[in-house]
C-alpha cells in the first residue's frame, strides 16, 4: 500500500474540513439562501473529494507544486495568502458599502462551518480541478509539455469565469440583483478574486488559496456582518 504523502494527509484534513462544516450546518438545519442554492450536496462533496485528491497528484505534472512543498516557506504558503484575504475582504466591504449591498450572509455562529465548508469545496471546484486538468491536458498532454506558462494564463481566466458567473446568476434567481451595472461591477470584482487564489495556487501550491478564501470569507462573511448588521 502506498503511503500518504504530506501533501496527501493536509489535502485529506481539508476534506474532512469540509464535511465537519457541512455536517455541522446541517445538523442546527440552516435555511439559508445561499444555502439553499448551494451545489455543495453530500454527492457532489464524495464527488470533489475523489476527483480533488486526483488533482493534488496530478498537479505537479502540470507545474504546480505541492501542498507542502519544501522549497516553500510559510510565509509565502501561509502568511501572504492571510494578508491578501484580509485585504481583497476590506475591498468587498467598502464596495459593499458604497453599493448599499443588503445582508446577504448567514447569521453566526451558522456562518463558520457554513464558510468554512464553502470556501474549501468551491476552491476545489472552481479552481484545483478545472486549472490542473486542464493546464495538464493542453500543456503536458497535447503540446507535449510546452507553452506551459501560456496554458495555464488562458485556463486561469477561463477558470476566474466560473464563479462570478454561478454566482451572478444565483444573486439574480434570489432576486437580489436587479441593476445590470451592479451586476456587472460584482461579476469583474468576483472575477478579480479568483484570479489571485490561482495565482497562489499556481506560485505556493493548493493550500495557499484556500487560506487566502477562509482568510476573506472569516471577515467579509463572519466577522462583518456580526459588527455592522
Same mark, same amino acid.
Not at 435555511?31 to 496530478?58: D, N, Y
Not at 468587498?92 to 446577504?104: D, M, S
Given at each position: 500500500?502506498?503511503?500518504?504523502?504530506?501533501?496527501?494527509?493536509?489535502?485529506?484534513? *481539508?476534506?474532512? +474540513?469540509?464535511?465537519?462544516?457541512?455536517? =455541522? !450546518?446541517?445538523?442546527?438545519? /440552516?435555511?439559508?439562501?445561499?444555502?439553499? &442554492?448551494?451545489?455543495?450536496?453530500?454527492?457532489?462533496?464524495?464527488?470533489?473529494?475523489?476527483?480533488?485528491?486526483?488533482?493534488?497528484?496530478?498537479?505537479?505534472?502540470?507545474?504546480?507544486?505541492?501542498?507542502?512543498?519544501?522549497?516553500?516557506?510559510?510565509?509565502?504558503?501561509?502568511?501572504?495568502?492571510?494578508?491578501?484575504?484580509?485585504?481583497?475582504?476590506?475591498?468587498?466591504?467598502?464596495?459593499?458599502?458604497?453599493?448599499?449591498?443588503?445582508?446577504?450572509?448567514?447569521?453566526?455562529?451558522?456562518?463558520?462551518?457554513?464558510?468554512?465548508?464553502?470556501?474549501?469545496?468551491?476552491?476545489? *471546484?472552481?479552481? +484545483?480541478?478545472?486549472?490542473?486538468?486542464? =493546464? !495538464?491536458?493542453?500543456?503536458? /498532454?497535447?503540446?507535449?509539455?510546452?507553452? &506551459?506558462?501560456?496554458?495555464?494564463?488562458?485556463?486561469?481566466?477561463?477558470?476566474?469565469?466560473?464563479?462570478?458567473?454561478?454566482?451572478?446568476?444565483?444573486?439574480?434567481?434570489?432576486?437580489?440583483?436587479?441593476?445590470?451595472?451592479?451586476?456587472?461591477?460584482?461579476?469583474?470584482?468576483?472575477?478579480?478574486?479568483?484570479?489571485?487564489?490561482?495565482?497562489?495556487?499556481?506560485?505556493?501550491?493548493?493550500?495557499?488559496?484556500?487560506?487566502?478564501?477562509?482568510?476573506?470569507?472569516?471577515?467579509?462573511?463572519?466577522?462583518?456582518?456580526?459588527?455592522?448588521?
Amino acid at each position: 500500500m502506498t503511503k500518504l504523502t504530506t501533501s496527501d494527509q493536509i489535502f485529506l484534513g *481539508l476534506i474532512l +474540513l469540509m464535511i465537519l462544516g457541512k455536517t =455541522t !450546518w446541517e445538523y442546527f438545519n /440552516v435555511t439559508h439562501p445561499i444555502v439553499q &442554492e448551494w451545489t455543495g450536496s453530500w454527492s457532489a462533496i464524495i464527488a470533489v473529494s475523489i476527483v480533488g485528491f486526483i488533482c493534488i497528484k496530478l498537479a505537479g505534472k502540470a507545474g504546480f507544486p505541492d501542498i507542502w512543498d519544501k522549497s516553500i516557506s510559510n510565509k509565502h504558503r501561509v502568511a501572504i495568502p492571510i494578508i491578501l484575504g484580509i485585504g481583497f475582504s476590506t475591498i468587498e466591504i467598502v464596495v459593499g458599502l458604497a453599493l448599499q449591498l443588503p445582508n446577504i450572509h448567514v447569521a453566526f455562529p451558522n456562518s463558520i462551518p457554513v464558510y468554512l465548508s464553502g470556501g474549501i469545496f468551491l476552491e476545489i *471546484l472552481y479552481h +484545483l480541478i478545472p486549472v490542473v486538468i486542464l =493546464t !495538464w491536458l493542453m500543456s503536458s /498532454v497535447i503540446l507535449k509539455g510546452e507553452r &506551459e506558462t501560456e496554458v495555464f494564463i488562458l485556463v486561469a481566466i477561463f477558470a476566474s469565469l466560473l464563479e462570478p458567473t454561478m454566482q451572478i446568476m444565483g444573486m439574480c434567481q434570489m432576486g437580489m440583483l436587479k441593476n445590470m451595472i451592479f451586476a456587472g461591477g460584482m461579476f469583474i470584482f468576483i472575477f478579480a478574486g479568483n484570479m489571485v487564489p490561482i495565482t497562489l495556487f499556481r506560485k505556493y501550491g493548493f493550500l495557499s488559496p484556500v487560506v487566502w478564501r477562509l482568510a476573506d470569507y472569516s471577515i467579509w462573511h463572519v466577522i462583518w456582518p456580526m459588527i455592522y448588521y
